[in-house]
């Protein structure tokens, strides 16, 4: 009698339970019809106050998207089957995820775990999910997530991990045949293993922003050759060279902003991006230097149609000086100039005559000479721009005109020499060879008819 008394009660209190978890769905969250999928609802249960996440077994079956952020949920543990397929748990205090936890959500596409206290995630975390698209883990405490984490998610195409104490990388990790994005800003990583990305042939966004990469990895970014879009900002790198980018010919959009330490962009530094649209090499406090010959040298000789930069961010640097002719300046759409250190001089003369975008142009100002610091560049007299002819120019310039005349004169003594000579050499030809005819003749005098006196020819 006591044990089918327990039973009714277990009974009872299970369905008490559910009865709860459907009430409490009720009456703390939202639904309504999504906007992004016909005939399907999204349920908002933000900033409800949950610790433990509503049975799943009592959402809509034609749910769509579940919002479950901003709650003290602690732990994932024994979720129930459901159709949605977006999930959305954000800024809760989730510290455990169970092993195959969302493999009752065969059907999910989006999973966003960011901003929790996550340090560990087993291996079999993510089985099953052979549809998620997009995974968000970023504001975590991840350290070494196993190598085979992602291995189930076939269809991933966009991976953030931004914001998680990672620091090294295993090789892989990132074995994703459909991965197009990947985060990685603010791992604290200062290296990465070369073909990395060898698992990712479809990978053309990559942030490594805000890490601590002192050089370009460029080895390693040579496994991803698809890529387009590299964010490379706020890292620690000194000087960008030759070999910082080379074969990496797919780049369309490079970020190199907020650099802290970079002081010279060399030559050749782009010459390898024949496809680069868009540059953003700004507010890098130190950038001075920067080398004729940053985008090589062969654009000079190509045609027109070969040159494919149309935007080029270059504000809020330490630049004083640019050469004219590092680049088809014309060419570009979109050219920022603004918040330099700008010496408005006869050097520089060339960048009041290009066609600037008016907002483009309001911090455009000089900071020499001193009489004009702060000024703006495009309003100011043409006679600022004018080189004049300096004492030393003049000298040299006197000194090159009297060189010329000397050798100008002694050229022309110097024919006249050789002239000379040679009339002469030619009399004295001639007299040689009347000379020598003179000499070679035979002469015949005519004997004598009459005998000598007192010569007998007998005797």
Same mark, same amino acid.
């Not at 076939?154 to 045949?177: D, I, T």
């Not at 080029?312 to 004083?320: A, D, G, P, V, W």
């Not at 015949?444 to 009459?450: D, I, L, R, W």
């Given at each position: 009698?006591?044990?089918?008394?327990?039973?009714?009660?277990?009974?009872a209190m299970a369905a008490a339970s559910c009865q709860a978890s459907t009430n409490v769905l009720q009456a703390s969250c939202v639904s309504s019809e999504s906007p992004e999928k016909e005939s399907s609802v999204q349920v908002d249960c933000t900033r409800r106050g949950f610790t433990i996440t509503?049975?799943?077994?009592?959402?809509?079956?034609?749910?769509?998207?579940?919002?479950?952020?901003?709650?003290?949920?602690?732990?994932?543990?024994?979720?129930?089957?459901?159709?949605?397929?977006?999930?959305?748990?954000?800024?809760?205090?989730?510290?455990?995820?169970?092993? $195959? *936890? +969302?493999?009752?959500?065969?059907? @999910?596409?989006? !999973? /966003? &775990? %960011?901003? =929790? #206290?996550?340090?560990?995630?087993?291996?079999?975390?993510?089985?099953?999910?052979?549809?998620?698209?997009?995974?968000?883990?970023?504001?975590?405490?991840?350290?070494?997530?196993?190598?085979?984490?992602?291995?189930?998610?076939?269809?991933?195409?966009?991976?953030?991990?931004?914001?998680?104490?990672?620091?090294?990388?295993?090789?892989?990790?990132?074995?994703?045949?459909?991965?197009?994005?990947?985060?990685?800003?603010?791992?604290?990583?200062?290296?990465?293993?070369? $073909? *990395? +990305?060898?698992?990712?042939?479809? @990978?053309?966004? !990559? /942030? &490594? %922003?805000? =890490? #601590?990469?002192?050089?370009?990895?460029?080895?390693?970014?040579?496994?991803?050759?698809?890529?387009?879009?590299?964010?490379?900002?706020?890292?620690?790198?000194?000087?960008?060279?030759?070999?910082?980018?080379?074969?990496?010919?797919?780049?369309?959009?490079?970020?190199?902003e907020n650099m802290g330490e970079l002081e010279a962009v060399e030559g050749d530094a782009f010459a390898h991006q024949k496809k680069m649209r868009a540059l953003f090499l700004d507010s890098n406090p130190k950038l001075e230097s920067i080398d004729l010959d940053i985008f090589g040298i062969f654009?000079?000789?190509?045609?027109?149609? =070969?040159?494919?930069?149309?935007?080029?961010?270059?504000?809020?640097?330490?630049?004083?000086?640019?050469?004219?002719?590092?680049?088809?300046?014309?060419?570009?759409?979109?050219?920022?100039?603004?918040?330099?250190?700008?010496?408005?001089?006869?050097?520089?003369?060339?960048?009041?005559?290009?066609?600037?975008?008016?907002?483009?142009?309001?911090?455009?100002r000089c900071d020499s000479p001193s009489k004009f610091e702060h000024k703006p560049m495009l309003e100011l007299p043409d006679e600022l721009f004018t080189c004049p002819e300096s004492r030393e120019a003049r000298e040299q310039s006197s000194t090159f005109r009297t060189g010329v005349l000397v050798?100008?004169?002694?050229?022309?003594?110097?024919?006249?020499?050789?002239?000379?000579?040679?009339?002469?050499?030619?009399?004295?030809?001639?007299?040689?060879?009347?000379?020598?005819?003179?000499?070679?003749?035979?002469?015949?005098?005519?004997?004598?008819?009459?005998?000598?006196?007192?010569?007998?020819?007998?005797?």
């Open positions: 009698m006591a044990h089918r008394y327990l039973v009714v009660s277990i009974i509503p049975a799943g077994s009592y959402w809509p079956p034609n749910i769509y998207k579940m919002d479950l952020s901003h709650n003290f949920i602690d732990h994932l543990t024994n979720l129930e089957t459901s159709n949605v397929s977006v999930l959305d748990i954000h800024d809760n205090r989730i510290a455990i995820v169970e092993p $195959g *936890v +969302f493999a009752v959500f065969s059907q @999910l596409q989006v !999973l /966003d &775990l %960011s901003q =929790n #206290s996550i340090a560990s995630l087993h291996e079999d975390v993510f089985k099953n999910l052979t549809s998620l698209r997009v995974l968000n883990l970023s504001r975590n405490k991840l350290i070494h997530p196993p190598s085979q984490l992602f291995a189930p998610l076939v269809s991933l195409e966009q991976l953030n991990l931004n914001h998680n104490p990672l620091r090294y990388l295993e090789m892989a990790l990132f074995k994703l045949p459909k991965l197009e994005r990947l985060e990685l800003s603010n791992i604290d990583a200062h290296s990465l293993p070369d $073909g *990395v +990305f060898h698992g990712a042939p479809n @990978l053309v966004h !990559l /942030d &490594l %922003s805000a =890490n #601590s990469f002192d050089q370009v990895p460029a080895s390693a970014l040579r496994s991803a050759p698809a890529l387009k879009v590299l964010v490379m900002s706020d890292n620690p790198v000194r000087a960008l060279g030759y070999n910082s980018f080379m074969r990496l010919e797919s780049i369309e959009e490079l970020y190199l654009w000079r000789v190509e045609t027109a149609a =070969n040159w494919t930069l149309r935007e080029l961010y270059l504000q809020n640097n330490k630049i004083k000086y640019l050469d004219e002719d590092i680049a088809p300046w014309k060419q570009f759409e979109i050219l920022d100039l603004q918040g330099n250190p700008w010496a408005c001089d006869c050097n520089n003369a060339w960048i009041r005559k290009l066609p600037l975008q008016p907002e483009l142009t309001a911090n455009l050798v100008g004169a002694l050229s022309i003594s110097a024919i006249l020499l050789s002239a000379i000579l040679l009339v002469k050499r030619k009399n004295l030809y001639h007299r040689f060879i009347t000379r020598k005819n003179r000499n070679g003749s035979v002469y015949y005098v005519k004997a004598h008819t009459n005998p000598v006196d007192g010569f007998d020819p007998s005797t």
